[in-house]
């Protein structure tokens, strides 16, 4: 396979996983152009269609299927607006006498992909009923985290996969199993991390275009489309087919890790990629495609509901920030200078954002409380302090990371949050944290996500899942999101507070 010979851990991200030419068996393929000719047709096409005819390049679509679902087939494509969007139509007879098909329909530059699939008869008025009881479930989490274990147990439950996952992205691309449902017999992935390189760059931008996907023998090389290019020799764009085979390297990857069949959806929050369900089945797997649609569904449904707890959880926070600013100008509007108010400043945000010290730099006077540096060592950041390009609140966990000099009392904290108070010249407040010892336990050592082959050049995903720690020293606990909203609101109180102060020294001179 030559697919491993131009692949490598850093073009990784430059396999073109849309353009591999396969589709997965459980359904079949055709591409038509703007006259319903057969453009391009996956190879089992009369197998799965079962019918007299024999499909071949340039044939009519109005020579294999019947003049209604040819009817059906327009009107849908007639009515799609978004380019990106894709059309279903379950139970459709597609020949004379022929059993019903569930049909994909959507458009890629001149071509209308048609994907065709055995309609499960079963289901979908049941499998859209349920969602209404899962909804209600998970209408009352009001929390994200156990908003993601509701609906991990609810996924599972609705899909009768082996485990479900919510694996959540975080600010580095990394990722971590933050909910999982799973067979008892199975062990826990809960709590686990994993490489960035484990979903490349194109993989994930593919998954916010295109939310869905399952793998349903990861044994299966899948089905080659015929011919391989078109007559003008371009390979056939599969971003949104439905039917799509995915990248080998994937599907070794999970034969490493045991799983024969998986079926991810994305988790997309204002337009970004939050995460991912992640489902896993220990046998190949087919779903009839209304479950996989009523999946969908749910998964849509969560992102809405996941949404609202996080802008919730913003809301609540720019209460306590206004809670904050009020008692603070309450004691503050005494007339105490600002430099005497550390106690005050510190007990007031000392409720909020934890901490292990804090200093007040103004006017060139610097006071300590708790673990902070000496003034000495302080001095020696201000430089830096005063470097940056804008005077917002400045977190690290890490602060000798960015600004050396603070190596010389990282033996009392390492972490900071800066608080610049005023321009010309900048003061500071800032919050201190002593360093915590942090343990990370990756599935598998991140820094070794492939292995070589004997041959050397034949790259293969690491076979070991192994709880590999790390251990992280010289970081302080982060400095939360939640956290620097509330500095940045302190922020901005205590500018009113000096620009108060300064007015009312202007006035005491008049
Ligand atoms: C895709 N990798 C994926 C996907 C997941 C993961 C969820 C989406 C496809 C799917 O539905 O399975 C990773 N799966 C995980 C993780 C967990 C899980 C982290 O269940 C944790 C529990 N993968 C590698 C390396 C490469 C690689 C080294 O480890 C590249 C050299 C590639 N992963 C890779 C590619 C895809 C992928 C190319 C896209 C597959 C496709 O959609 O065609």
């Known amino acids: 396979n030559t697919m ?4 490598d851990l850093t073009n990784c991200d430059r396999e073109p996983i849309h353009l591999l030419g396969r589709i997965q068996p459980f359904g079949a393929l055709v591409a038509v152009n703007a006259d319903w000719m057969v453009a391009q047709y996956s ?6 269609l079962d019918a007299q005819t024999t499909i071949a390049p340039g044939m009519r679509i109005a020579d294999l299927f019947l003049p209604e679902a040819v009817g059906a ?3 849908t494509l007639g009515q799609m607006r978004g380019s990106d969007s894709v059309e279903r139509i379950f139970g459709l007879i597609l020949t004379v006498g022929g059993a019903p098909f569930d049909v994909a329909v959507h458009s890629t530059g001149p071509l209308t992909i048609i994907e065709i699939e055995p309609h499960d008869a079963a289901g979908f008025a049941s499998h859209v009923g349920t969602l209404r009881a899962i909804m209600a479930e998970l209408e009352t989490c009001g929390e994200t985290m156990a908003l993601c274990r509701e609906a991990a147990g609810q996924m599972k439950r609705l899909l009768g996969f082996d485990r479900v996952m919510v694996y959540k992205f ?5 990722g971590e199993v933050v909910a999982e449902a799973r067979e008892p017999h199975l062990e826990s992935y809960f709590g686990l ?3 960035k390189t484990d979903i490349p760059a194109q993989a ?6 295109n939310p869905f996907r399952i793998i349903s023998d990861v044994n299966e090389d899948g089905v080659p489309i015929l011919p391989g290019v078109s007559i003008e020799g371009a390979p056939i764009d599969l971003s949104l087919s439905t039917l799509r085979a995915v990248s080998p390297i994937h599907l070794e990857y999970l034969r490493n890790m045991g799983v024969e069949a998986s079926l991810s959806i994305s988790i997309v929050v204002r337009g970004k990629l939050w995460g991912l369900f992640a489902c896993h089945h220990y046998a190949p797997r087919v779903l009839p495609y209304s479950l996989r649609t009523v999946a969908e569904l749910f998964s849509q449904l969560f992102s809405l509901l996941l949404d609202r707890v996080l802008t919730d959880t913003g809301t609540r926070l720019s209460a306590k920030g206004r809670e904050l600013h009020d008692r603070l100008m ?11 108010s550390l106690p005050t400043l510190e007990a007031v945000i000392g409720d909020i954002v934890q901490h292990d010290g804090s200093s007040i730099y103004i006017d060139g006077v610097y006071k300590s409380r708790g673990c902070g540096p000496t003034e000495e060592q302080f001095m020696a950041l201000i430089p830096a302090l005063n470097s940056a390009s804008t005077s917002r609140v400045f977190a690290s966990n890490e602060l000798a990371a960015r600004i050396p000099a603070a190596q010389a009392f990282a033996d009392k904290v390492v972490g900071a949050m800066v608080v610049p108070v005023s321009r010309r010249p900048r003061d500071y407040f800032v919050l201190w944290r002593r360093e915590l010892p942090q343990v990370v336990t990756w599935a598998g050592n991140p820094e070794k996500p492939v292995e070589y082959g004997p041959s050397g050049s034949r790259l293969t995903p690491r076979k070991s899942f192994e709880a590999w720690q790390q251990s992280v020293n010289g970081k302080s606990a982060e400095w939360a999101e939640d956290e620097c909203q509330i500095a940045e609101s302190l922020r901005v109180t205590l500018l009113e507070v000096i620009l108060r102060l300064t007015d009312e020294a202007v006035q005491d001179r008049a």
């Not at 994930?204 to 275009?209: D, K, P, S």
């Open 4 to 7: 491993y010979t131009t692949v």
């Open 43 to 48: 190879e089992n096409f009369d197998a799965i």
């Open 73 to 75: 087939l327009r009107a």
């Open 170 to 174: 975080h600010e580095d691309l990394s």
């Open 193 to 195: 991390r994993y490489p």
């Open 204 to 209: 994930r931008a593919l998954y916010l275009r």
């Open 330 to 340: 309450a004691r503050l509007a005494g007339g105490v200078p600002l430099l005497d």
